[in-house]
């Protein structure tokens, strides 16, 4: 099993940076990627990007590359997304997302365990 704790997530104007953590516990010898999702009121939830633990590559969704940047430190066991120049379509319940065997990295469906949220608001 594996424990992902999301925090960071607060209330920021539009143009600001803002940067995530996500802890991660347990069983991680076997995950391939971890990855930050985001889910926007009424919308599906969608991938933001990820890190394969391979290598340490990494790959972004179009509407954040440039802006967002997913970074890891083993050594704390957290994972990190540090968010710049935010605007109101960022805003969602941002989630860490952890896998064995993922492929695709922007389908949920193959990441295995997933934190709680972490809610990010961005007013213009």
């Known amino acids: 099993q594996v424990q992902l704790v999301e925090s960071g997530g607060d209330s920021v104007q539009a143009g600001r940076s803002l940067t995530l953590s996500c802890v991660h516990s347990?069983?991680?010898?076997?995950?391939?990627?971890m990855a930050w999702f985001r889910q926007a009121p009424g919308k599906e939830r969608e991938g933001v990007a990820t890190?394969?633990?391979?290598?340490?590559?990494?790959d972004y969704a179009h509407s954040v590359e440039g802006r967002f940047t997913i970074s890891q430190d083993n050594a704390a066991y957290t994972m990190f997304l540090q968010m710049n120049s935010l605007n109101p379509e960022d805003t969602g319940v941002y989630y860490c997302?952890?896998?064995?065997?993922?492929?695709?990295?922007?389908?949920?469906?193959?990441?295995?365990?997933w934190g709680q949220g972490t809610q990010v608001t961005v007013s213009s």
């Open positions: 997302a952890a896998g064995r065997a993922v492929v695709s990295w922007w389908e949920e469906a193959g990441y295995d365990y």
């Open positions: 347990g069983d991680t010898d076997h995950i391939n990627a």
């Open positions: 890190i394969w633990t391979l290598d340490g590559s990494a």
